[in-house]
T-cell receptor, first 115, second 115 residues
Framework: GDSVTQMEGPVTLSEEAFLTINCTYT??????LFWYVQYPGEGLQLLLK?????DKGSNKGFEATYRKETTSFHLEKGSVQVSDSAVYFC??????????????FGSGTQLTVLP | NAGVTQTPKFQVLKTGQSMTLQCAQD?????MSWYRQDPGMGLRLIHY???????DQGEVPNGYNVSRSTTEDFPLRLLSAAPSQTSVYFCASSPRGGANTGELFFGEGSRLTVL
């Protein structure tokens, strides 16, 4: 079945540091890939997505590139801020139209950014 | 702009008690789902619905019932709570068909403790 593996946390960085959170996946067919973010006390919200190989999703300074050859979708940000402190989830959907019906989530990575 | 509303936000139950977690959305989304979030395990799908009158099981359905009598509401019922059901529960929705971009819209979560 489908699965998503994220780097284990927690991750602690200083403000303005470079961030990478690794994500690899196993899926049949051609999944759509997502990064969701969960701020303290809130539900998850979509951060970015990519629907086909070599697509780059980007939002709020975060980027991730869909790498089919390495089955990866690593999240990066060049300069993190304290406000980026949150839990980040990598997810995939193997529906043929990017359907959200069967999202498979990774275990989440807690990021703390110190001033 | 209510979006997805979950109630209650916190609940403590004793083993064997029953309760219902409420979920309502005002975006006219056809698809609704329930996830549970446990430490180190990400989000796991409990049940989902693709429209009024239609429900199906996800990855971890045992101990939970759902129904979908209207487009707006998707309650999750615990008939006889067990300590293993201590978790944070999230309701999520999305449109279907051409409007579906693969994004799920989440509620703020309901934290349930079973003693």
């Amino acid at each position: 079945g489908d699965s998503v593996t994220q780097m284990e946390g927690p991750v602690t960085l200083s403000e303005e540091a470079f961030l990478t959170i690794n994500c690899t996946y196993t899926a049949t067919g051609y999944p759509s890939l997502f990064w969701y973010v969960q701020y303290p006390g809130e539900g998850l919200q979509l951060l970015l997505k990519a629907t086909k190989a070599d697509d780059k999703g980007s939002n709020k300074g975060f980027e991730a590139t869909y790498r089919k050859e390495t089955t990866s979708f690593h999240l990066e940000k060049g300069s993190v801020q304290v406000s980026d402190s949150a839990v980040y989830f990598c997810a995939l959907s193997s529906g043929t139209s990017g359907s959200a019906r069967q999202l498979t989530f990774g275990s989440g990575t807690q990021l703390t950014v110190l001033p | 702009n209510a979006g997805v509303t979950q109630t209650p936000k916190f609940q403590v139950l004793k083993t064997g008690q029953s309760m219902t977690l409420q979920c309502a959305q005002d975006m006219n989304h056809e698809y609704m789902s329930w996830y549970r979030q446990d430490p180190g395990m990400g989000l796991r799908l409990i049940h989902y619905s693709v429209g009024a009158g239609i429900t199906d099981q996800g990855e971890v359905p045992n101990g939970y019932n759902v129904s979908r009598s209207t487009t707006e509401d998707f309650p999750l019922r615990l008939l006889s709570a067990a300590p293993s059901q201590t978790s944070v529960y999230f309701c999520a929705s999305s449109p279907r068909g051409g409007a579906n971009t693969g994004e799920l819209f989440f509620g703020e979560g309901s934290r349930l403790t079973v003693l």
